[in-house]
Nanobody, 119 residues
């Protein structure tokens, strides 16, 4: 059974940094063949894509609101994908979710990790 687990959230002051981790387990597929995306959902708002890394790793995507502040990366051997977040603002406060896409018919979400940025 495929499992996706996020970690690394917490409380940070505005201007601070955090690094989130997303671990994929329960599959023999390499994350190199997966699309892994980081999403976030703030209270009262829709879930939005923050960053994604596509199969092969050479193609990355970022939401305009986080470009130049967030970096997505991965460790293939560990089957982990990371979201490094810098210069955080209160507007970045949300539950952050990781989604692993093995193929178009198989998407797996984690349970989410809370990021709170105080002003």
């Amino acid at each position: 059974q495929v499992q996706v687990m996020e970690s690394g959230g917490g409380l940070v002051q505005a201007g601070g940094s955090l690094r989130l981790s997303c671990a994929v387990s329960g599959t023999s597929f390499s994350i190199q063949t997966m699309t892994v995306g980081w999403y976030r959902q703030a209270p009262g708002k829709q879930r939005e894509l923050v960053a994604a890394i596509y199969p092969g790793g050479g193609n990355l995507k970022y939401a305009d609101s986080v470009k130049d502040r967030f970096t997505i990366s991965r460790d293939i051997a560990k089957k982990e994908t990371y979201l490094a977040m810098y210069n955080l603002t209160p507007e970045d406060t949300a539950v952050y979710y990781c989604k692993a896409v093995i193929d178009p018919g198989r998407h797996y979400w984690g349970q989410g990790t809370q990021v709170t940025v105080s002003s």
